[in-house]
């Protein structure tokens, strides 16, 4: 009778199941019944599903309470069960759920239809201006390109912010991270990089940031004429990590497309930490360990897969200039996502809290940031002109203590001398206001002034002098 029972137990389920399919095809004779499974785990935002075969990265449906479909898309596996992770709100979601795969392509859509659009990390429109009109479509996760096919950097990209094109030039098809902690301004800074740089299309990702940014971002900084020439994604902190990863990926999709009709392509994603951090999401919800403080190795693998998507295309095409920016937490340049985003970008600037605090917009620290580009985009007047300022700009920051006690007696060193005199006109140079534009040539004018103002000399008493007894005494 004990062995009868589990063997009635599973004939009663079948014909259950059974007479459910038939009420579906009795109900809608016109549905096609596919391989289906069923869920059976939710732990946090991780599903675990069993029945069916699908790849990674192909998305299913879940038949929620009340007819209410969710998508989902396969993550990773273990034997027979498949983990899911939702790309949007998991309302709904009751025990043994009928999950259903639908497609294993990942295709966004492309178009000169996106420009001037506000979409999020599905595609779908946010700015109410109705659906997207576009006929083209791309793969969302890019295709590799042979590096020895890539055309290399060899000309300048006017960012219209003094510093940056006289002491850390930027070429066109760079890959270029902006590091800061938060609240130091490079919000602002990569605003005044998305009005003044010349590019034919410009491509916004703000993916994990505040939602509050992104009509701030379009209505304050882009404008009407530069929301015309740009696309931006915003996939905001409230999205599912899954929708964060898509919106980075989506956005160097779009990217990719306009460089391919061979025009200059200008992305800016804010932040690449937060995509990393998305990604660390994923992956420790489905068991990954973690490594470097709580990451796991497959956020440090992405990462390049993300950013070598950008860059110059072969000869001839066009390019993308990336502008990445990176959260520095608690001011830490070791921080595993900035020290790893260092080895793979063509450069770094390094927004310091210290020179913010002390009112220097934008707040960049000449001497910890470099252009690793700028030897092959310049002349060499001036790079020996920009090497010249960083020493300068250099000994006084390391001498800086004792100048501002006072310990410094004057005529003592004659390079602490004359970064004395030019420190003024070099902090002078690295000011600029956020809707004040300082184009190329304005800029290297500025840093030959700058260079060339005559130190005056130091009225310093000799040391047989001041020995010298006075009146006799």
């Known amino acids: 009778m004990n062995e009868q029972a589990p063997q009635s137990d599973r004939t009663s389920n079948w014909h259950a199941r059974l007479n459910e399919y038939q009420q579906r095809l009795d109900s809608d004779p016109a549905e096609v019944l596919s391989i289906e499974g069923r869920l059976t785990r939710m732990v946090g935002l991780t599903l675990e599903a069993v029945g069916f075969q699908a790849p990674i990265g192909s998305r299913c449906e879940i038949n929620g309470a009340g007819n209410n479909l969710i998508e989902a898309e396969v993550v990773g596996f273990s034997g027979e069960v498949l983990y899911l992770m939702p790309t949007g709100d998991t309302r709904g979601l009751v025990p043994n759920a009928r999950v259903r795969p639908l497609r294993s392509d990942s295709q966004v859509p492309v178009g000169d239809e996106l420009l001037g659009r506000v979409v999020d990390g599905a595609c779908k429109p946010l700015d ?35 510093s940056i094109n006289a002491l850390l030039s930027v070429g066109r098809g760079q890959r270029m991270g902006l590091f800061a902690g938060s609240g130091v301004g490079k919000s602002v800074l990569l605003g005044m990089m998305t009005r003044f740089t010349e590019a034919d299309v410009i491509v916004v990702g703000l993916i994990g940031e505040r939602g509050r940014e992104v009509k701030e971002f379009i209505e304050d900084i882009l404008g009407e004429e530069g929301i015309a020439r740009s696309v931006v994604v915003a996939s905001p902190a409230d999205h599912s990590p899954l929708m964060r990863l898509h919106g980075a990926m989506l956005s160097t999709s779009i990217a990719e497309y306009f460089r391919d009709q061979g025009k200059q392509v200008l992305l800016l994603m804010d932040s690449l930490t937060r995509y990393a951090q998305a990604q660390r999401e994923i992956a420790l919800a489905i068991g990954e360990p973690p490594a470097t403080k709580g990451y796991p190795p497959s956020v440090f693998s992405l990462l390049p897969q993300l950013v070598e998507r950008a860059g110059n295309g072969p000869p001839g095409g066009g390019a993308i200039t990336a502008i990445y920016t990176v959260l520095t937490e608690g001011d830490d340049q070791q921080d595993p996502i900035a020290d790893a985003a260092r080895a793979i970008l063509d450069g770094h600037i390094v927004l310091s809290r210290q020179l913010a605090e002390s009112g220097q917009y934008p707040a960049i620290d000449v001497d910890a940031s470099i252009s690793r580009v700028m030897p092959q985009i310049v002349s060499a007047e001036h790079l020996q002109q920009a090497q010249s300022f960083k020493q300068i700009s250099s000994t006084y920051r390391q001498n800086q203590d004792l100048i501002n006690i006072g310990a410094y007696a004057s005529g003592s060193d004659q390079k602490i001398d ?34 060339q103002k005559p130190v005056p000399k130091q009225n310093v008493m000799s040391p047989m002098t001041i020995n010298q007894p006075q009146n006799g005494f």
């Not at 890019?142 to 950097?153: D, F, Y």
């Not at 004040?436 to 004018?445: M, Y």
């Open 128 to 162: 109410g201006k109705g659906p997207l009109k576009v006929k083209d479509r791309v793969p969302l996760h890019g295709e590799p390109i042979n590096p020895l096919s890539r055309t290399p950097v060899r000309e300048h990209l006017d960012v219209g912010v003094q």
């Open 418 to 451: 004359e970064a004395i005199a030019l420190y003024p006109s070099l902090q002078a140079m690295i000011k600029q206001g956020m809707h004040e534009s300082v184009n190329w040539q304005q800029s290297l004018d500025g840093l030959n002034n700058t260079m």
